[in-house]
């Protein structure tokens, strides 16, 4: 049965419902997951950056991996440190000098190169939109949580009804209707998330609703990135730290388009406001 599913994968053929073994395993990820990212998010300063810096030092490392470079190798090491050191200068508010030392990075090689730039701009955009935007939690939020609410959506629609293959060639268990149905959960997220928003301001919902959809395609960008990634690797799963996900990097691959996307919208919006009012002045 499994051969004869994995040979429909292949050929792009549909179908009908996928299998839910690693469901409880990622609903325990979740468990814990969720509450400690919240309240790194809610407090900010350090904690926040953090948390940050940690998630970019644990994603770099398990990109040098896919690459033959483990933690065991001097590449390895040099590749989490590099990452840890573009967000500690952010941290401290060196900006211009967090954004020279991951571009430095590229003097590790194209592919290492590319992997500090990628994982640099995700967790510099989300340091600065939670110090440098308004409110600053609530932007994080909702950028987190539409990707979030993509992923979920997109995987429990995928196995329910199925389908044609978004992306066969890439990744064999995405579905159109789980793409389609990722985008609905972040659309409807991104409405509720607005609206709740302190001093939200007219037109907040179909912003909140666009917004929460562009969040959501670009989440899926980097999530079909980075199965492409793997692919071409040869690996299955990026590292195995969370269960029922893999690596940081196959559960936050998303942020690393969404997050340096929503830090570009919010230099259009009103002062210090909200990236979806960019336009509004």
């Known amino acids: 049965m499994q051969d004869r599913r994995e040979a429909a994968a292949a050929s792009g053929a549909p179908v009908k419902s996928g299998n839910w073994k690693d469901l409880r395993a990622r609903l325990v990820s979740a468990a814990v997951l969720i509450p400690c990212a919240g309240l790194c998010v809610w407090y900010g300063g350090l904690l926040y950056g953090a948390m940050i810096v940690l998630a970019m030092a644990g994603m770099a490392a398990e990109w040098a991996r896919m690459f033959g470079f483990g933690l065991e190798t001097r590449r390895g090491q040099l590749c989490m440190a590099w990452a840890a050191c573009t967000g500690i200068a952010a941290v401290a508010g060196h900006w211009s000098g967090a954004l020279l030392v991951m571009a ?105 609703a666009v917004f929460g959809g562009v969040i959501a395609l670009a989440a899926q960008v980097g999530d ?58």
Do not use: N
């Open 104 to 208: 430095a990075g590229l003097v590790l090689g194209p592919a290492l190169g590319a992997g500090q730039v990628a994982i640099g701009c995700a967790g510099l955009s989300l340091l600065w939109l939670r110090a440098m935007s308004d409110p600053g939690a609530g932007v994080v939020l909702f950028v987190v949580s539409c990707v979030a609410l993509s992923d979920t959506g997109a995987y429990m629609t995928g196995r329910l009804f199925g389908g044609p293959k978004l992306a066969p060639r890439i990744s064999p268990a995405k579905t159109w209707s789980g793409s389609i149905g990722g985008l609905a959960c972040a659309v409807l997220g991104g409405m509720l998330i607005a609206s709740i928003m302190p001093a939200a301001q007219p037109g907040v919902l179909w912003r909140g």
């Open 224 to 281: 079909l990135a980075e199965s492409a990634l793997k692919r071409a690797r040869g690996v299955k799963d990026s590292g195995t730290i969370l269960p029922g996900h893999g690596g940081l990097l196959d559960r936050f691959d998303g942020l690393l388009v969404a997050a340096p996307m929503a830090a570009l919208l919010s230099l259009g919006a009103a002062g210090r406001a909200a990236f979806w009012y960019v336009g509004q002045h």
